[in-house]
């Protein structure tokens, strides 16, 4: 057991091994990012409270896509959701954006990747939204650190990994979306898709539908997103 010294120490050592001690973040996804199905308040709960955040606020909303234009949430996607915050006054040091797996099932239309300087986007297109939603906080907080997580691997209401859907694009076409935004931008990507763990193989054990992390599935995604952020 720790007497106060060896707290004190260890808090110490903490701190020079994470970036983000006493850090304020915000979260922004989908009902992953929620916590739904969960009592344990999801993976962003683990993310806080191993980093060792003084906030990490999340705005996340169920059901939501990247892109707007679809049936859910009156049409207004995370893209939306997003530019209804102010980032130049909020102070975040850094931002996580955990999207894909909604734009997949709605059937979301890829769109292209583009190139770097356009100002303007189709944000009812996976790229498009995505795009925009990054050129608005970088041009609120252009020093604030943007982490883009993929979607995990799912097997939920027949789209699982190997089904393509209506738009003609299979959930890891919006993995490599990310991945080619995240090169674009120069920011941080957390493939889950590729290195979480998380597979169909081991989705009745760590999930309660083929989709939604359960409480032990949160616990093993938060760990490998604690480690990827530090």
Do not use: C
Not at 20 to 47: C, E, H, M, P, Q
Not at 180 to 207: C, P, W
């Amino acid at each position: 057991m720790f007497g106060f010294t060896e707290i004190e120490r260890y808090g110490d050592l903490r701190r020079l091994t994470n970036k983000w001690y006493r850090k304020r973040g915000v979260a922004f996804g989908d009902s992953i990012t929620v916590g739904y199905l969960t009592t344990n308040g999801g993976y962003t709960a683990y993310v806080k409270q191993a980093l060792v955040l003084t906030a990490y606020d999340n705005f996340a909303i169920s059901g939501t896509p990247m892109a707007n234009g679809t049936a859910q949430n009156g049409g207004v996607g995370t893209n939306g959701t997003i530019k209804t915050k102010n980032f130049a006054t909020t102070n975040y040091d850094f931002v996580t954006i955990a999207s894909g797996t909604n734009d997949f099932k709605l059937n979301v239309p890829l769109g292209t990747l583009g190139v770097m300087g356009d100002t303007t986007f189709d944000t009812n297109t996976f790229y498009g939204a995505y795009r925009d939603a990054i050129e608005y906080m970088l041009g609120q907080s252009p020093t604030m650190k943007i982490i883009l997580l993929t979607p995990l691997q799912r097997d939920n209401s027949s789209y699982d990994v190997n089904y393509t859907n209506t738009a003609g694009a299979k959930l890891i076409d919006y993995v490599n979306a990310i991945k080619n935004i995240g090169e674009m931008y120069s920011l941080r990507v957390i493939d889950q898709y590729r290195f979480s763990g998380i597979s169909k193989k081991n989705l009745s054990t760590l999930t309660a539908d083929g989709l939604h992390p359960n409480d032990v599935g949160a616990i093993y995604q938060g760990k490998y997103v604690t480690n990827e952020l530090r």
